[in-house]
Structures are given as structure tokens and as C-alpha cells.
């Protein structure tokens, strides 16, 4: 668990933070929403104390981060930014088992390390681990940032807008790379984005900023229904609020049994969202869609009118 208490820091005359107050559960994948200048990168930068605010504190686990030394708080934090900064004249085994080297870990649980890892972010060990970064491509090299700051082990991740810098697909790939391994490793995750779709492609819990403060914290959903200020709604708005809410619904909850469907119905796996069941009836021009389970058996049917339910 990560919780800010009454943190404030300003730069000379300019508030970054102005008591932020916030409370990140652990193992959520916690998303910092917000504005260019809101205080993102300075609230997430007090945790592994490259800020230290001027009043209020920060603990990780219930403990003050100003307690401990910051180069020993940082090798239990793993921290990605936008362009990684990889070591150019290391290779990529290197660059990940940088902090287990500093920790003292022994050659063979490094290599070994460096590899599960590599695994992990399915970049071929044997093909990978030799390269230097400049012979990768940029999601490569993200995916190598990833592996470096999770190699020890770390409580939490701290991602300060680490997709920001690659084109679309890209993005969009490692945004469900980073869900499946939040998702396979419970990891508390914190990442910073001014970028809604990507808040709404990970969180299980955002907190919108503005100037310094937190001006809402809550799951996804609970966001979209009840924006608690108008500039949470303008924010997540953008025209999509109806959207969002399909995406963040499972089709199968609004399915009924179907009976006897028509084989016309365009098909969808049980698992999709209500958004998918959209997409699939606009793409056929049918009014409903058959749910397939994992055996490809019909599972119920979502008709047009069912997603107004979502
Ligand atoms: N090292 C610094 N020196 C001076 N001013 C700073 C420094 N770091 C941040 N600031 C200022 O503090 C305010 C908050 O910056 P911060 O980077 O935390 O915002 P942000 O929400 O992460 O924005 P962005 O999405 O643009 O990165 C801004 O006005 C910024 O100019």
C-alpha cells in the first residue's frame, strides 16, 4: 500500500503538489490521471524520493520512505520512464541484472533471472540477451525497462508515462502486456498518464489530479457513474462516456439464454466486453450476438437493446 498524506513540494514560486492526499491498496494497478502539470511525475517521484515533498509524507507499506536510505528504498521500487534509459554499452542482460548485481546476488540466480524475465515480456532469451539497445526496437527496449525494474523482486512499480514515446500498435500491445503481468504477478502497480484510453485500458483504480490536489480515486467505473467534480467528467468524457461504460461491462452479464438463436448471429467469446458485442452486431448488421464458450457452445445472447443495461 502506498498512501500520500498531505504531501505539498513547490519548484521556486510553482506548486507541483498542494496536499495530496491519496491511498493506492496494494496490488492495484492504480492509473494518476491528469492535466499537463496536475503534479503526476512529482507525486510518483516523492515515493522513490528523486522529490522529497516539503510537508506531509509518504509510506510504502505503512512506512515513511524518508526513514531509509533513498538508494535502498529505490532497489525495492522499480521505476519505468518514457525512453527507459537503458545503458547503451550494455547488453540487455546487463542492463536487468543491474540491481541484482547491486544487491549482491550470486552470477548463476542473476542469469537465471535475466532470462525468467525476458520470458516473462516474450522476448526470446537466447535471441535477446546479447543485444545492446541500440539493436532493439523501441517497444523491445520499453519491454527490457520492464524487465530491468521488476528483476529484484520489487513491492511496487512506478511507470511514469512509459508508452508515451511508441507509435499505437505498440502501445496497445504492451498496455496488455503490463495488464496480464499485473495480473500474473499482484504487483502494485502505479502509472502516470495524461492519456485516458490508456487509464481506461489498465486501472483498476484511477485517481484524477489537478493542480496538486486529488480531485477523485475509485475504480474505472465508479468514475464514469458518479464524476464527484466537473472536471473529472470533462476529463473522462471526451464524448465517450457511453463507450467506456460498454468496455468496462462483460457482455455475458447481460446475455440472456437465447434459446433457439438464429445461426445468422454473428459469434463472440463469453469473455467478450459489452463494447466488443457492439462492434461484432455493427460490423454483421445484426441486432444481437451469440455468446460462445470456451468449448465454442452457445452461451447466451446479447441483443442491442441489452447494452443499455451496461
Ligand atoms: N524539477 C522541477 N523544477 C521546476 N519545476 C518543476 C520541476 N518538476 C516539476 N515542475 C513543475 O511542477 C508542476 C507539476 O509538474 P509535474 O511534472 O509533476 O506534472 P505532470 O502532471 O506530471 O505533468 P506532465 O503530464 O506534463 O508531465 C509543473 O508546473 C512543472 O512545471
Given at each position: 500500500?502506498i498512501?500520500?498524506e498531505g504531501?505539498?513540494k513547490?519548484?521556486g514560486?510553482?506548486p507541483?503538489?498542494d ?13 494518476l490521471?491528469?492535466g ?11 515515493i522513490?524520493?528523486?522529490v522529497?515533498?516539503?510537508a506531509?509524507?509518504?509510506l510504502?507499506?505503512?512506512?515513511d520512505?524518508?526513514?531509509?536510505p533513498?538508494p ?11 525512453g ?10 546487463r542492463n536487468?541484472g ?5 544487491l549482491?546476488w550470486p ?10 524475465l525476458?520470458?516473462l ?7 535477446y540477451?546479447?543485444?545492446l539497445p541500440?539493436q ?5 527496449a520499453q519491454r527490457?525497462?520492464v524487465?530491468?525494474?521488476?528483476a ?5 512499480l ?19 502486456e503490463?495488464?496480464r503481468l ?5 504487483k502494485?502497480i502505479l502509472l ?30 465508479e468514475?464514469?457513474?458518479a ?5 473529472v ?6 464524448g ?5 461504460r ?5 457482455a455475458a ?15 463472440i467469446?463469453r ?13 454483421a ?16 445472447v446479447?441483443?442491442?437493446?441489452d447494452?443499455?443495461?451496461?
Amino acid at each position: 500500500m502506498i498512501r500520500f498524506e498531505g504531501v505539498s513540494k513547490a519548484f521556486g514560486a510553482t506548486p507541483a503538489l498542494d496536499g495530496l492526499d491519496l491511498t493506492v491498496p496494494e496490488a492495484a494497478f492504480a492509473v494518476l490521471l491528469g492535466g499537463s502539470g496536475a503534479g503526476k511525475s512529482t507525486a510518483l517521484r516523492t515515493i522513490n524520493r528523486l522529490v522529497e515533498p516539503d510537508a506531509g509524507r509518504v509510506l510504502l507499506r505503512e512506512r515513511d520512505v524518508a526513514s531509509e536510505p533513498a538508494p535502498a528504498l529505490r532497489r525495492r521500487i522499480g521505476y519505468v520512464i518514457q525512453g527507459i534509459g537503458l545503458f547503451p554499452h550494455w547488453t540487455v542482460a546487463r542492463n536487468i541484472g543491474a540491481v541484482p548485481r547491486l544487491l549482491g546476488w550470486p552470477a548463476a540466480r542473476i542469469a537465471a533471472r535475466v532470462d525468467e524475465l525476458l520470458a516473462l515480456l516474450r522476448l526470446d532469451p537466447d535471441a535477446y540477451r546479447d543485444r545492446l539497445p541500440a539493436q532493439l526496437s523501441g517497444g523491445q527496449a520499453q519491454r527490457v525497462g520492464v524487465a530491468r525494474a521488476l528483476a529484484a523482486d520489487p513491492d511496487i512499480l512506478l511507470m511514469d508515462e512509459p508508452f508515451g514515446a511508441l507509435d499505437a500498435v505498440t502501445r496497445q500491445a504492451l498496455q496488455q502486456e503490463m495488464a496480464r503481468l499485473h495480473a500474473a504477478t499482484g504487483k502494485t502497480i502505479l502509472l502516470v498518464t495524461h492519456d485516458v484510453e490508456e487509464a481506461f485500458a489498465l486501472a483498476t483504480r484511477i485517481a484524477v489530479m489537478a493542480d496538486g490536489r486529488l480531485l477523485q480515486e475509485g475504480p474505472p467505473r465508479e468514475l464514469l457513474d458518479a464524476p464527484a467534480d466537473p472536471r473529472v467528467r470533462d476529463l473522462l468524457d471526451g464524448g465517450a462516456i457511453g463507450m467506456r461504460r460498454l468496455a468496462l461491462s462483460q457482455a455475458a452479464t447481460l446475455a440472456s439464454p437465447g434459446g433457439e438463436a438464429p445461426p445468422s448471429l454473428p459469434r463472440i467469446p463469453r469473455t467478450a466486453t459489452a463494447r466488443d458485442a457492439l462492434e461484432a452486431m455493427l460490423a454483421a448488421r445484426a441486432e444481437a450476438v451469440l455468446l460462445l464458450d470456451e468449448s465454442g457452445a452457445p452461451a447466451g445472447v446479447v441483443a442491442l437493446r441489452d447494452l443499455l443495461r451496461a
